[in-house]
């Protein structure tokens, strides 16, 4: 199967923060479990109605850091496992250097 990606993902275990721009301004927890400069996949739970295409804000917990990173993207697939969901955010802007050294 071809790779499409620009960038390659990681694997990781963040602890995030997310709302959608036409739902419930307030925010739910998430954890990301992989991250490119330009997208996350996450795991979330969610009584909102959810589609391709939304726009999500995300705020990521930085290991040793005081101040969360704060992305916004669009979900590009989604899929219900078990009670959660997990999806692909592509994210509007490249993470630039100093965000991807303290998240990638």
Not at 21 to 45: A, D, H, L, P, Y
Not at 70 to 89: A, H, Q, R, T, Y
Request: charged letters at 30%.
């Amino acid at each position: 199967m071809e790779n499409r990606r620009r960038f390659n993902r990681c694997l990781t275990q963040l602890e995030a923060k997310y709302f959608l721009k036409k739902g419930e301004k307030s925010w739910k927890e998430c954890t990301i479990f992989n991250i490119s400069r330009n997208g996350v996949g996450m795991k979330f739970q969610t009584g909102e109605d959810v589609s391709i295409g939304s726009t999500v804000h995300l705020e990521i917990a930085v290991p040793m850091e005081s101040v969360p990173i704060n992305v916004e993207g669009m979900l590009k697939w989604i899929k219900k496992v078990e009670n959660d969901f997990i999806g692909s955010i592509e994210l509007t802007e490249v993470l630039d250097d100093v965000k991807w050294s303290k998240l990638g």
